[in-house]
């Protein structure tokens, strides 16, 4: 079965300095795997998502995220934090055969302090 | 890119009666809608995929009889909440797949309270 973990509810970091929000999964076969922000009472905005090739990939608003098959990991990075990056982070993951359809981690609550 | 739209965006309701939240796909044809329920500071929980012109598929523990879930055309998605009652408020987001695809384009959301 296919599982997403965040093992840290909330992430803070100071305004200025690098920020991660990990991410690990399971799956069978290749994985598809995504993340995206969530802002207050709106909907999910895609960040960036690694289908194939380059490991390293990158999204939206600077943010970067490094695809590691061994460890299974999809940690989302981005090297200067700001404050309105605060908000909730969801990975998602998706298993490369046929009809898979997505699972979300239970999301990374990401505060950036001035 | 490929945009999905929800409508309304918020409604209010009162207990007993039944709310239609709409989801379109604008520019591509959704082959596959899913749709969500989001409580509050938690995760996206699946309840149910329909393929266009099938029935839809639920997810274990969610009732088919109370959120009633069209897939009539490939651009537009349906889910009914009937006879509502205050546990039904939540925030319902749809996403989207074309036929092949292997990303899901989501919709706003819609925040639902029944009062």
């Known amino acids: 079965a296919q599982s997403v973990a965040q093992p840290e509810d909330q992430v803070n970091v100071a305004e200025g300095n690098p920020l991660t929000v990990k991410c690990t999964y399971s799956?069978?076969?290749?994985?598809?795997l995504f993340w995206y922000v969530q802002y207050p009472n709106r909907g999910l905005q895609f960040l960036l998502k690694y289908i194939t090739g380059d490991n390293l990939v990158k999204g939206s608003y600077g943010f970067e995220a490094e695809f590691n098959k061994s460890q299974t990991s999809f940690h989302l990075k981005k090297p200067s934090a700001l404050v309105s990056d605060s908000a909730l982070y969801f990975c998602?993951?998706?298993?490369?055969?046929?009809?898979?359809?997505?699972?979300f981690g239970p999301g990374t609550r990401l505060s950036v302090l001035p | 890119g490929a945009v999905v739209s929800q409508h309304p965006s918020w409604v209010i309701c009162k207990s007993g009666t039944s709310v239609k939240i709409e989801c379109r796909s604008l520019d591509f044809q959704a082959t596959t809608m899913f749709w969500y329920r989001q409580f509050p500071k938690q995760s996206l929980m699946l309840m149910a995929t329909s393929n266009e012109g099938s029935k839809a598929t639920y997810e274990q523990g969610v009732e088919k009889d109370k959120f009633l879930i069209n897939h009539a055309s490939l651009t537009l998605s349906t889910l009914t909440v009937t006879s509502a009652h205050p546990e039904d408020s939540s925030f319902y987001i749809c996403?989207?797949?074309?036929?092949?695809?292997?990303?899901?384009?989501f919709g706003p959301g819609t925040r639902l309270t029944v009062t």
């Open positions: 799956v069978s076969g290749n994985p598809y």
């Open positions: 998602a993951v998706r298993g490369g055969n046929y009809g898979q359809n997505f699972v």
């Open positions: 996403s989207a797949r074309d036929a092949g695809g292997v990303e899901q384009y």
